[in-house]
């Protein structure tokens, strides 16, 4: 069956990075891109990007472009988030979720990982 | 601010019918998503597109789309399906994913 499995949860301080990762297993992974979205009290759910895993095209939302990188290694089927200059206001549970082509149809979610940015 | 409008609560009588609304001008040019999330868990694909049902989500579930507004409805509400339902469709210059702010469903 098809699964994404995240890392735990972080703390970081404001002005760190984070980078969260996202482990797939149950289909072929270069066949299948991976967005990110995030989900804060505050914000709701947000939309930060797409990446192919086949070729490793991106699309990053325009709030995150400069400050997000999107990556895959396909030897071990990972996707990563990678997010810098954090904030407060980044605090949230960051989730992968499969996304075909990058239209933004989520049929799989990883569990999510809670990102805590404070000093 | 979501490009995305709904009703931020409805409830529903079990076994009866309920409509959940999602609002916007992107909406008539993108289908939209529409997504379950329970506390403490991922939200979960419930129907997309024209008229896309994932495996093993009841048919009870169904989508449709008038104008700028896109609707989710449970024919035969049941006790599980009290949750939070998200929409989601491109933004209105194609380019961004947007999710509605949620409507949180209650079965009486």
């Known amino acids: 069956q098809v699964q994404l499995v995240q890392s735990g949860a972080e703390v970081k301080k404001p002005g760190a990075s984070v980078k969260v990762s996202c482990k797939a297993s149950g289909y072929t992974f270069t066949a299948h891109g991976i967005s990110w979205v995030r989900q804060s009290p505050r914000q709701g759910l947000e939309w930060m990007g797409w990446?192919?895993?086949?070729?490793?095209?991106?699309n990053y939302a325009q709030k995150f472009q400069g400050r997000v990188t999107m990556t895959t290694d396909t030897s071990t089927s990972t996707a990563y988030m990678e997010l810098r200059s954090l904030r407060s206001d980044d605090t949230a549970v960051y989730y992968c979720a499969r996304d075909l082509d990058g239209s933004g149809v989520f049929h799989y979610w990883g569990q999510g990982a809670l990102v805590t940015v404070s000093s | 601010s979501s490009e995305l409008t709904q009703d931020p609560a409805v409830s529903v009588a079990l076994g009866q019918t309920v409509r959940i609304t999602c609002q916007g001008d992107s909406l008539r040019r993108y289908y939209a998503s529409w997504y379950q999330q329970k506390p403490g868990q991922a939200p979960v694909l419930v129907f997309s597109?024209?008229?896309n049902r994932p495996s093993g989500i009841p048919d009870r579930f169904s989508g449709s789309s008038s104008g700028s507004t896109a609707s989710l409805t449970i024919t035969g509400a049941q006790a599980e399906d009290e949750a939070d339902y998200y929409c989601s469709s491109r933004d209105s210059s194609g380019t961004d994913v947007v999710f509605g702010g949620g409507t949180k469903l209650t079965v009486l």
């Open positions: 990446i192919s895993t086949y070729s490793g095209d991106t």
């Open positions: 597109g024209k008229n």
